[in-house]
């Protein structure tokens, strides 16, 4: 009978990989050029959205995009640890998830549409637009660099899973929204 591993035995599996995580990454990854394109991910979005943003709706616009980097990182987790897709190059070692995508391009994709697009039927194409460019632009020239990879999913669930998102995030502000004011 075989033994079932502990949470000792996780813990040390888990610093194993901590550390070949770090050793790559400071070794394949820091200052190459992905890691650069990384960084430039991360910081050029929110000069962009800075400039474009709704001043007199900043904050249902910005709540719009914490909730899709909360939402979009706690599903690349979920993929990551599911072996669906993986990062081989990364921002920062100890975040398994592409940060900049996560945390600055998806959200800030999603309140320019979200801003910008204010009936359904306006808003749905869109996110299916987005959908599009993020599932069969984006991620084939991430995959080409390097900065991403497909190992139990396809482009197509991509596309589909974008979509849901943005759709299901917009109905989920719009009855966030309507709470509110109902309370007033």
């Not at 888990?14 to 990854?29: A, F, G, I, M, P």
């Not at 400039?51 to 987790?77: H, W």
């Not at 749905?124 to 990879?149: D, Q, R, T």
Request: glycine share 4%; proline share 4%.
């Amino acid at each position: 009978m075989s033994r079932i591993p502990s949470y000792k035995d996780e813990q040390n599996i888990r610093e194993k990989l901590r550390d070949v995580s770090l050793e790559h990454w400071l070794n394949e990854d820091l200052f190459r050029f992905n890691w650069w394109l990384l960084m430039a991910a991360s910081i050029l979005p929110f000069f962009i959205w800075w400039r474009l943003v709704d001043k007199g709706r900043f904050f249902e616009i910005l709540a719009f995009g914490l909730i899709c980097a909360n939402i979009a990182c706690f599903l690349d987790v979920v993929g990551v640890n599911f072996l669906l897709w993986g990062y081989p190059d990364k921002l920062l070692h100890f975040i398994p998830p592409l940060l900049p995508a996560d945390f600055v391009v998806i959200p800030i994709s999603g309140m320019l549409i979200y801003q910008y697009f204010s009936t359904w039927k306006s808003y749905a194409a869109a996110a299916a637009g987005l959908g599009i460019m993020f599932a069969y632009i984006i991620e084939p020239l991430f995959s080409f660099l390097n900065l991403f990879v497909l190992i139990k999913w396809t482009h197509t669930y991509s596309f589909i899973g974008f979509i849901i998102f943005f759709l299901g995030v917009r109905l989920l502000m719009l009855s966030l929204k309507h709470s509110v004011e109902k309370r007033k």
